[in-house]
């Protein structure tokens, strides 16, 4: 049912704006802009798909807003990071692993390691949107990963604890 109701959103549709309205609905304005004002202008396929993936999710699961505000960010920088130049289904594994490895500091900059928090919460809204992507028709708890998501591990942080003794 997901899935029918998501494929009646298309590159012809005349309520492309209001599907995305509807999905934004809750949210700053600020995720309206990026994905109808930098997603949908430059790549309509790619705020298309992530139109239906949250439409899909809301269905599957109960979103909260600042779940579907993450989905929206995440998914519009991964889209801007190769210049909204590529449709999710032409990803690469390469590709996936360049965008999470630029998540990647060097000791001097980061020395708590930060970074790879961001990265395990990029890899796990990655594996999730491409899971769906792949076989949307499949219950979420039983689609197989697609063999570009296969192996990304999950970094462990280098400390014990990221919280420092207070005095």
């Not at 999905?23 to 992530?50: H, M």
């Not at 599957?60 to 889209?79: C, G, H, P």
């Not at 890899?123 to 992507?133: E, G, Q, T, V």
Request: proline residues 5%; aromatic residues 14%.
């Amino acid at each position: 049912m997901a899935t029918l109701y998501a494929k009646q959103i298309n590159d012809g549709d005349s309520l492309f704006e209001t599907k995305i309205r509807e999905v934004t609905q809750g949210l700053r304005p600020d995720c309206f802009n990026w994905l109808y004002n930098k997603i949908a202008s430059a790549n309509k396929e790619n705020a298309i798909t992530i139109t239906k993936f949250i439409m899909s999710m809301r269905i599957e699961i109960n979103l909260s807003d600042y779940y579907r505000r993450d989905i929206i960010v995440i998914l519009t920088r991964f889209s801007m990071f190769f210049g909204n130049q590529k449709s999710f289904t032409s990803i690469t594994r390469q590709d996936i692993l360049r965008y999470l490895d630029s998540f990647r500091k060097p000791e001097s900059i980061d020395p708590s390691h930060r970074w790879i928090g961001t990265y395990n919460i990029y890899r796990m809204h990655l594996m999730r949107f491409f899971k769906w992507l792949y076989h949307p028709d499949v219950v979420s708890d039983a689609r197989p990963k697609p063999s570009l998501i296969e192996n990304i591990p999950q970094l462990k942080r280098k400390e014990v604890s990221i919280y420092k003794p207070t005095d």
